[in-house]
C-alpha cells in the first residue's frame, strides 16, 4: 500500500523537485500540498503549488493555503534566491488547480483523521506549529513526520541557523518536542543531495515539459549555487525528505534528542542534535549520509515517467 504524504512547502525551485518526485513515486500517495510563506509569500508559495501540480497533470491533489507569517512574525530576508516569483521566473499559464476553501491546517487535520499519514515538511514549520496548538494530542495521531530543517554544523541563512527553522524557530521547537516520529534532514545531510549540469541536459534531453521545466528552474538555481558556493552543484535539500520515504534504506541516520534555539543573539534558528548514547533509540532521528549517485538515478529514473 502506497504511504499517505501530505506535503507542507514552501515552493521554491528544490520544494518543486521533491513535489514532482513524489507525485512520480508509487510508493506515495500525495493526499494534499500545503502551502506556507518561506522561500516566497504565502500567496505566491500557494499559486506555485498549483501551477506544480498542473505541470504534473495531478488536479485530484488538494492545495490550501497555511501561515502566511511567522508565530512571531516573520524575519526579514531578502530573498531572490528562487526567483522573484519562487520558481525560477519561468512563464506559465494560470493554473485551473483551485485552493480549497479550508487553510492547511484544517486540510491537515482532515488527512490525519482520515487514516494513516505522514506530513513531510520541506519549509518553515509554522503550520504543523498552528497544527499543534489548535489540536493538542494531533501529534499522537500522525504517523511520522520528516522534516527538511536545521544543521548540525554550519547554517546558510546565517552562520548559526538553516533557513527553514531560522524563518519560524517558535514554530521548530514546538514541532520538534511534539511526541509524533520524526526525522530530520539537516544541511550536513542535503549538501550531499545535488544535481549537475549532466542532470539538466537529462531533463532536456527527455523532450518533456517537466524535463524542459525542470531544467529551466534549476538553471538560475545553478546560478545562486556557483555565486554562494562557487561551483554549480544544485543541492537538493528539500528532495532529501521525500527520498527518505521513497527508499528508507538510502539514508543513514541516528538516533538524537533534537532542539531549537529560540533565543540567542547570534544563534537565534540553531538547531541542537544531542547524538549521545542515551538517544540511540528516540523515534527522533536524523540524517547523517547518503550516496548522491545512488540519489541522483533516483531523481531521472522517477522524472523521466512523466510524459
Ligand atoms: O535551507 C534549505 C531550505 O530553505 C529548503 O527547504 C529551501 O526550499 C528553503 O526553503
Ligand atoms: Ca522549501
Given at each position: 500500500m502506497p504511504r499517505r504524504v501530505v506535503i507542507d512547502t514552501d515552493p521554491g525551485v528544490d520544494d518543486a523537485v521533491a513535489i514532482l518526485l513524489a507525485?512520480?513515486?508509487?510508493?506515495?500517495?500525495?493526499?494534499a500540498l500545503t502551502t506556507v510563506a518561506g522561500n516566497v509569500a504565502l500567496d505566491k508559495t500557494t499559486l506555485n503549488a498549483r501551477r506544480l501540480l498542473e505541470l504534473a497533470g495531478r488536479p485530484d491533489v488538494i492545495v490550501a493555503a497555511g501561515m502566511a507569517e511567522a508565530l512571531a512574525g516573520s524575519p526579514a530576508h531578502e530573498g531572490g534566491v528562487h526567483g522573484e516569483d519562487g520558481l525560477g521566473d519561468l512563464d506559465w499559464d494560470e493554473p485551473s488547480v483551485p485552493v480549497h476553501p479550508d487553510d492547511a491546517v484544517e486540510v491537515l487535520r482532515a488527512a490525519i483523521e482520515a487514516g494513516p499519514l505522514t506530513v513531510v515538511a520541506i519549509g518553515p514549520l509554522t503550520n504543523l506549529a498552528v497544527l499543534?496548538?489548535?489540536?493538542?494530542?494531533?501529534?499522537?495521531?500522525?504517523?511520522?513526520?520528516?522534516?527538511?530543517?536545521?544543521?548540525?554544523?554550519?547554517?546558510?541563512?546565517?552562520?548559526?541557523?538553516?533557513?527553514?527553522?531560522?524563518?519560524?524557530?517558535?514554530?521548530?521547537r514546538e514541532v520538534f518536542a511534539a511526541r509524533w516520529p520524526m526525522a530530520i534532514m539537516p544541511l550536513d545531510l542535503?549538501?550531499?543531495?545535488?544535481?549537475?549540469?549532466?542532470?539538466?541536459?537529462?531533463?532536456?534531453?527527455?523532450?518533456?515539459?517537466?524535463?524542459?521545466?525542470?531544467?529551466?528552474?534549476?538553471?538560475p538555481y545553478a546560478a545562486f549555487h556557483e555565486r554562494w558556493y562557487a561551483n554549480r552543484d544544485i543541492i537538493m535539500h528539500d528532495a532529501t525528505a521525500i527520498y527518505e520515504l521513497i527508499d528508507p534504506t538510502a539514508i543513514t541516520s541516528e538516533g538524537v534528542a533534537a532542539t531549537v534555539e529560540t533565543g540567542g543573539e547570534y544563534s537565534r534558528g540553531a538547531t541542537w542534535f544531542d547524538r549521545r548514547p542515551a538517544h540511540r533509540a528516540s523515534p527522533v532521528r536524523v540524517g547523517v549520509r547518503l550516496d548522491n549517485d545512488r540519489f541522483r538515478a533516483l531523481v531521472r529514473e522517477r522524472l523521466a515517467t512523466y510524459r
Open positions: 507525485l512520480a513515486s508509487p510508493e506515495l500517495e500525495v493526499v499543534l496548538r489548535r489540536y493538542p494530542g494531533v501529534d499522537e495521531r500522525v504517523e511520522r513526520v520528516v522534516i527538511m530543517g536545521g544543521a548540525s554544523f554550519m547554517g546558510n541563512v546565517t552562520p548559526a541557523a538553516e533557513f527553514n527553522i531560522w524563518a519560524d524557530p517558535e514554530a521548530a542535503t549538501h550531499q543531495a545535488f544535481l549537475n549540469d549532466d542532470d539538466l541536459a537529462y531533463l532536456r534531453s527527455l523532450r518533456t515539459e517537466v524535463g524542459r521545466r525542470c531544467a529551466d528552474m534549476l538553471e
